[in-house]
Nanobody, 123 residues
Framework: VQLQASGGGLVQAGGSLRLSCAAS????????MAWFRQIPGKERDVVAG????????YYADSVKGRFTISRDNAKNTLYLRMNSLKPEDTAVYYC?????????????????WGQGTLVTVSS
């Protein structure tokens, strides 16, 4: 599966953005999907994940209550709604996919990655 992330940009603290990740192929519904972010010089960390059915989700503590991950399997698209953004949310955001119907809250085992989209939150 090929992934194309979009929706990043510059926003003021307290603002909102919605990231999208368009997936190619006919088997998007077979993949667990996640959003990661990476600050220059630091490791890539998982932000949120969602099971193939969309029933179960995972959030890192740093974004709980502010970010919402969702997916539309009919449109082969993954979303990340980000509210109440903070300067420390500034990073390159990546979408990623791994096969399976299970729940994978860790940040390992991903087979496919999007190209990343930059989110900058100004104070």
């Amino acid at each position: 599966v090929q992934l194309q992330a979009s929706g990043g940009g510059l926003v003021q603290a307290g603002g909102s953005l919605r990231l999208s990740c368009a997936a190619s192929g006919r088997t998007f519904y077979n993949y667990y999907m996640a959003w990661f972010r990476q600050i220059p010089g630091k490791e890539r960390d998982v932000v949120a994940g969602i099971t193939s059915s969309g029933v179960r989700v995972y959030y890192a503590d740093s974004v709980k209550g502010r970010f919402t991950i969702s997916r539309d399997n009919a449109k082969n698209t993954l979303y990340l709604r980000m509210n109440s953004l903070k300067p420390e949310d500034t990073a390159v955001y990546y979408c990623a996919a791994r096969q399976g119907s299970g729940y994978f809250p860790t940040g390992t085992g991903y087979d496919y990655w999007g190209q990343g989209t930059l989110v900058t939150v100004s104070s």
